[in-house]
């Protein structure tokens, strides 16, 4: 197969959707495939990659963490040279231009939806737009021959639409994130957040719980690994509590650091689709705090993981809890965060993938 993978609201601080864009390829090309990756850009250009050949297309950037494609024409192009046999859109809101012409074309269609939209929507600008979004989720559902998911949580998304659902989890790269050598434990609770500062990230949560067990007179700093619009509130919101903004790390060996320097992981959203940051902090070793909903919550259990309503008082409690868990056996808590990392390879994630493509070039044929 000739796999052409659209991505369009990206910048370079969006690293989770880099990381699933980088693995999938990958994953394409060593199975034998063709992959070609397009994508926004400050230019045109076109370079070779371990995971296929990657187009970016010269686009104007909505904020610092954000390009959005405003041409069509030049993606329907490239999609000509490639001679793609399958179209994967990794973009709800636009592009869809782009898939009207692929259907006339007879290319297989597959929407990868990374996100719940009504929920994220909501929780991003503050108002309800769930009613909105699922009309245009309609659309999508008789635009797109498959949509893919990552959650059932995500999948809810869709129950009003006529969409063909397939949920396939997202992975983790089990070598690139690993368990760290042993080390003592500090009198200081280190918690961890990695993900764009935005609401419907959570990045207020973890702040607020933070600032909530330093109120209970607890020892504890939060490490946050990412850049977003909150910024200067949630500098505002910590005030003097220990809440370290360490901007946009790229680099996995960095981020891999950072999850083993963690005792704890915060992924409070109840929004979240998936939670790939979750995952990668599972891999490490290093037990999760998530809310009672949300992807997140799919991912995790009860061996590895404490979860509460995404509320900082509930949270904090569940932060204690877990604290007191490591406390007393670190050792069988970080196994058994690695143990349910490792259900979730990347190697499963592109076969299910490729599976599906294969059966949508089967139906057209």
């Known amino acids: 197969m000739r796999i052409a993978s659209l991505v369009n609201l990206v910048g370079p601080t969006r690293g989770g959707i880099d990381r699933v864009m980088d693995q999938l390829g990958r994953g394409y090309i060593d199975a034998g495939h063709q992959r070609l990756l397009v994508m926004p850009g400050t230019e045109d250009r076109v370079r070779s990659s371990r995971a296929g050949t990657v187009l970016t297309i010269a686009s104007p950037a909505l904020s610092a963490s954000t390009r959005l494609i405003l041409s069509p024409g030049k993606v329907i192009a490239a999609l000509k040279r490639f001679r793609a046999t399958n179209l994967e859109v990794s973009d709800k809101l636009t592009l869809t231009g782009v898939t009207a012409w692929a259907k006339k074309q007879r290319l297989p269609t597959m929407l990868l939806s990374h996100a719940r939209l009504d929920n994220a929507a909501s929780a991003y600008l503050d108002m309800e737009m769930a009613p909105l979004i699922r009309i245009w989720n309609r659309r999508l559902g008789r635009l797109y021959q498959k949509v893919v998911v990552t959650s059932a949580y995500s999948a809810d998304e869709w129950l009003?639409?006529?969409?063909?659902?397939?949920?396939?989890?997202?992975?983790?790269?089990?070598?690139?994130?690993?368990?760290?050598?042993?080390?003592?434990?500090?009198?200081?609770?280190?918690?961890?957040?990695?993900?764009?500062?935005?609401?419907?990230?959570?990045?207020?949560?973890?702040?607020?719980?933070?600032?909530?067990?330093?109120?209970?007179?607890?020892?504890?700093?939060?490490?946050?690994?990412?850049?977003?619009?909150?910024?200067?509130?949630?500098?505002?919101?910590?005030?003097?509590?220990?809440?370290?903004?360490?901007?946009?790390?790229?680099?996995?060996?960095?981020?891999?650091?950072?999850?083993?320097?963690?005792?704890?992981?915060?992924?409070?959203?109840?929004?979240?689709?998936?939670?790939?940051?979750?995952?990668?902090?599972?891999?490490?070793?290093?037990?999760?705090?998530?809310?009672?909903?949300?992807?997140?919550?799919?991912?995790?259990?009860?061996?590895?993981?404490?979860?509460?309503?995404?509320?900082?008082?509930?949270?904090?409690?569940?932060?204690?809890?877990?604290?007191?868990?490591?406390?007393?056996?670190?050792?069988?808590?970080?196994?058994?965060?690695?143990?349910?990392?490792?259900?979730?390879?990347?190697?499963?994630?592109?076969?299910?993938?490729?599976?599906?493509?294969?059966?949508?070039?089967?139906?057209?044929?």
């Open 160 to 365: 009003t639409t006529h969409a063909r659902l397939a949920i396939v989890p997202l992975g983790v790269d089990l070598k690139a994130f690993r368990l760290p050598s042993p080390r003592p434990q500090g009198e200081r609770l280190e918690l961890l957040f990695v993900g764009r500062l935005a609401r419907d990230k959570g990045a207020p949560l973890a702040v607020a719980t933070t600032v909530e067990l330093v109120r209970r007179g607890i020892d504890v700093a939060l490490h946050m690994h990412g850049t977003g619009p909150l910024l200067d509130e949630l500098k505002a919101m910590a005030g003097d509590v220990p809440v370290y903004f360490h901007g946009f790390t790229g680099s996995q060996h960095s981020l891999r650091d950072a999850y083993q320097g963690a005792d704890i992981s915060l992924s409070p959203s109840p929004t979240e689709s998936f939670g790939l940051a979750a995952l990668e902090s599972l891999a490490c070793g290093t037990p999760v705090v998530c809310a009672n909903r949300g992807g997140v919550r799919e991912l995790v259990d009860a061996n590895c993981a404490e979860w509460a309503s995404p509320d900082p008082v509930f949270l904090a409690d569940a932060v204690l809890r877990l604290d007191q868990r490591r406390r007393l056996n670190g050792a069988a808590l970080q196994l058994a965060a690695r143990q349910r990392a490792q259900q979730y390879p990347w190697a499963s994630t592109v076969e299910r993938m490729l599976t599906i493509h294969q059966q949508l070039l089967d139906e057209l044929v």
